[in-house]
């Protein structure tokens, strides 16, 4: 079995693991080039060939332990009837979904039909890879989605779709429950397309108070993630400003969750009482010194790290302006200084 699922599992291994959160992207020159041919990154998402291409760049490039499928969160909800564009260099713009009345605008997708291209990609992924870096499928979950479809994109303040929730809590639920639907079915489909580990991103779910994650964000995870289980393929659920929530991360089922930095992995550990593998979580802005700066971090969240179900990863995506020479180090620095006594 490869390191990455049997850390997943909480196995033992011979060295830590470690991928990173937009390990396929800008600051790599290969994905630019080839970003470039497809014309533009939507174009990119939909060309099963040049994604598959750009999800293999990482594992040649830096050998690291997983391979994660080339694609957006915002795939499944263009699909759901929220038109989307990516402006060059300003993110995302959905034409948002602002109250209930919108609602009926949305349906839950069939992804064999309606994102052939996700699944296509990953057949063609499990045919490429090595023996050995398997290949993780993923989603947004429902908060973070909802988060989009209401602000239209990206936003600071989340004022649209907080005030939708504390106004209407009722239809908001509606709104989750579809976005929970079409995650389910978008996972479960990916998973029997070849994906072998499966992550959620609930990137913005740290916005949240503790009492509205365990009212809003966590039922319908719980239920994804329960769905999924029949399946057989382990789960990591990412949420960035998760220290509030970590006992409620590991109580929804999940294989593993994935920390971000403002909290220390030996306390998750306590906190979840090795019931989950812990994934990340340095700081994506330690990489931008010096060699001896990305060593020395990595060597202490290695030292925080419980020595076995620790898969190391960056606490958020790593940046378009990192040097990849740092990467490299990194990854070289995991292996070297994670290696276990057998
Ligand atoms: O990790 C990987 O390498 C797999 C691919 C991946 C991308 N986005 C590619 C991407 C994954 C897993 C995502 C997830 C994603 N997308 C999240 C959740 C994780 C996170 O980082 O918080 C979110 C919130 C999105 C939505 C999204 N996509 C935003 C806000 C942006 C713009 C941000 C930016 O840096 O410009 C994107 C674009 C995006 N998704 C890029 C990549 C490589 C950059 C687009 C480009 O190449 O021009």
């Known amino acids: 079995m490869s390191r990455f699922l049997a850390a997943l599992r909480r196995q033992r291994v011979d060295t830590t693991p470690v991928w990173i959160m937009r390990q396929a992207g800008r600051y790599l020159p290969q994905y630019r080039a080839t970003r470039e041919r497809a014309g533009d990154f939507l174009a990119l998402c939909k060309n099963p060939e040049l994604a598959a291409e750009v999800t293999l760049q990482p594992v040649e490039i830096l050998g690291v332990d997983a391979a994660i ?3 957006d969160i915002l795939i499944p909800v263009e699909a759901m009837g929220v038109p989307l564009a990516f402006a060059e260099g300003e993110g ?21 039909a309606e994102v052939p291209f996700v699944l296509e990609a990953i057949r063609i992924l499990r045919e490429r890879l090595p023996a050995g870096v398997p290949l993780i499928g993923f989603s947004g979950a429902p908060f973070t989605l909802a988060t989009y479809v209401v602000e239209g994109g990206t936003s600071r303040t989340f004022r649209r779709v907080l005030s939708w929730m504390y106004e209407d809590p009722a239809s908001f639920r509606d709104l989750l429950d579809l976005l929970a639907e079409t995650v389910t079915a978008y996972l479960q489909a990916q998973a029997r397309a070849g994906a072998q580990a499966l992550q959620i991103f609930d990137t913005w779910a740290g916005v949240l108070s503790r009492r509205l994650y365990r009212e809003m964000a966590l039922p319908v995870t719980q239920r994804i993630v329960r769905a999924l289980a029949p399946l057989g393929v382990p789960v990591i659920l990412y949420v960035n400003g998760c220290a509030p929530f970590l006992e409620e991360m590991a109580a929804t089922g999940v294989d593993g969750i994935s920390v971000d930095w403002r909290v220390s992995l030996t306390e998750a550990a306590q906190r979840t009482r090795g ?3 812990l994934q990340g979580n340095l700081d994506p802005l330690a990489l931008f010194g010096s060699r001896a700066t990305v060593e020395r971090e990595a060597a202490r969240v290695l030292g925080e790290a419980p020595p076995h179900g620790h898969i190391f990863n960056l606490g958020h995506g790593i ?4 040097p990849v020479e ?3 180090a990194l990854v070289e620095a995991v292996h070297r200084l994670g290696k276990k006594e057998i």
């Open 92 to 112: 995302p713009r959905l034409e948002a979904v602002k109250g209930p009345q919108d609602l009926k605008r949305l349906h839950v997708p069939d992804p064999a």
């Open 275 to 277: 019931a989950v593998a």
């Open 319 to 322: 940046l378009p302006e990192t």
């Open 69 to 71: 499928l080339f694609s």
């Open 326 to 328: 740092n990467v490299e």
